[in-house]
């Protein structure tokens, strides 16, 4: 029996978007699986109804207020205390959900998870990663894509092992290898922070290193699984594949795959580093993202991802 | 009348695709541009015999050590002397060529630049750029693209000087706006080194500050003309486009617009901010090129670059 926890007011287009999605995700989940809806309880109501969908299915936990997008995430956290997003982490925090989603303020959501469940001992900075799709299927994962725009040798160093622990576990990566995003294969190369870096991971006994890779690698199957920089660089690179995927969109050229770079429809991304299942969603996430979100929440609640990181941090 | 020096030993098809383009220059370009080629002379020779193209349209300067790919910069151009880029350079700093352009070893075009013409002065950090095609025909620029994996905020804010003086000489965008590439839209948002450089870049009066850009504003005709970041992030970007050309082309999904982003048909671009005009080339240049990099090297002399950047910098 698992209890996943979804902020219904969290979005662009919530509350619609999010209890639709909550309803495609609650028809294919299995019933030992329970649904745990923070939100305005009339609007959820009334979305099931015109959607004459059942909505006792649900448990919904009422709130009042909504931490809007563009609000102050320190402040709204702490000041708007009856909203989806604060009564969500109350919860989690203490154990009545497993796992909580949100596709709302992204800076709530990571002050919520830093102040209520907290960083995993060990760990200098969460992280959140995004999919690299692969024409094979196949995924690779980059980190960090935005929360950690300054970083230091030892917290990429670390991210490595956070990184594999998600792709093996999440993603059913076998074994992943783990590069270093850089501006050159050879190993002198680099700013300051990649040159110093690359030692660190080298020498770890934590993850397998690939080496270097550079931004042309990025759809390689034959180089490293995971990829690591900082925040500012992951950034910029999920935003410029989105970019592309626009553009191609634009220009008649999508296919199925690269249908797969539309990073709306993405179930989301769990902090790695934080001591239970948080997992951020897209702002525009449409009612099949939030389905995808929702999955994405039970599959990192199964695999046990935050144990699995708490465990390789105590060896 | 001007003098274009063209190294032939440099880039990864040299000297074969080198003359081939050469010839192909020479065939489009007015008498009163002369073409001084650097490389074994009886290599030229026989490609053009090859060709059935007569040599003598070309002054050929004879060098008989080539700096590799593979080699170290520095040593290389302070030791192989008799090399066609140190050639090059010696006959530009003495004012015999008025540019000089290579697909060779970057690095040794970059050691002979600050060896021989040297940085204008006031420039902090010369950059090199790359052109992002857009769907309209106009074009990005964005820079530093690898040269400086490590920047301060006022050499970020000085390129928007050096780069609206190129986008508007060079490439015809009048009036150009300046964009700070960042993770968000916002003054207050980015990594140290952007949020220091935003308040510099507001409050000078060299340039049109457009405020910040991000990654999937790059193909928005609507934002910045001209993208500022440093070298680490503009290098992965550059090569992130790569790889999405790559995998367009690959997927047979390419098409007019699309087959922009094909770099190697780049002609290369000017080292921005040095005193007289260098222009690299990408070392796999096939012989179209390495015409549309003797092209941009012509383009580069008679729009007096050098000139008004240090124009530029001593009012």
Redesign the interface.
């Known amino acids: 029996m698992i209890n996943i926890g979804i902020d219904i007011m969290g979005g662009d287009l919530a509350p619609q978007t999010t209890v639709l999605g909550a309803i495609l995700a609650r028809k294919i989940l299995p019933s030992d699986v329970n649904f745990v809806l923070f939100g305005d309880e009339n609007s959820i109501k009334e979305i099931c109804k015109k959607e004459q969908f059942n909505a006792s299915a649900f448990k919904i936990v009422h709130t009042s207020e909504v931490i809007e997008m563009g609000d102050n995430p320190a402040k709204a956290f702490t000041q708007k205390q009856n909203s989806s997003i604060a009564a969500g982490f109350h919860l989690l925090s203490k154990g009545q959900i497993d796992g909580f989603a949100s596709a709302g303020n992204t800076g709530a959501m990571l002050v919520g998870a830093m102040y209520t469940v907290k960083s995993i001992e060990g760990v200098i900075r969460p992280a959140i990663s995004t999919i690299i799709p692969l024409?094979s299927g196949k995924v690779k994962i980059l980190l960090d894509v935005?929360i950690n725009?300054?970083c230091k040798p030892e917290i990429l160093c670390q991210w490595g092992i956070l990184g594999s622990i998600y792709a093996e576990s999440v993603h059913g990566i076998k074994n992943p290898s783990v590069g270093l995003?850089n501006?050159g294969s050879e190993e002198e190369k680099?700013?300051?922070l990649?040159k110093s870096t690359f030692p660190l991971m080298k020498e770890s006994k934590q993850f397998n290193f690939f080496g270097n890779m550079?931004?042309?690698?990025?759809?390689d199957e034959s180089k490293a699984d995971i990829i690591i920089?900082?925040?500012?660089?992951g950034?910029?690179?999920?935003?410029?594949?989105?970019?592309?995927y626009?553009?191609?969109k634009?220009?008649g050229?999508s296919?199925e795959?690269?249908d797969k770079f539309n990073f709306e429809m993405y179930g989301g991304t769990p902090i790695l580093g934080v001591n239970k299942p948080v997992i951020i969603g897209h702002g525009i996430s449409n009612d099949i993202a939030i389905k995808n979100m929702i999955l994405t929440t039970k599959n990192v609640i199964e695999a046990d991802l935050c144990g699995k990181i708490k465990q390789a941090l105590t060896i």
Do not use: S
Request: charged letters at 25%; glycine letters at 10%.
């Open positions: 024409a935005g725009p300054d995003l501006i680099g700013n300051i990649a550079e931004g042309n690698d990025l759809f920089c900082d925040g500012f660089v950034n910029v690179l999920l935003k410029t594949a989105e970019a592309f626009e553009l191609i634009h220009r050229k296919d795959y690269f």
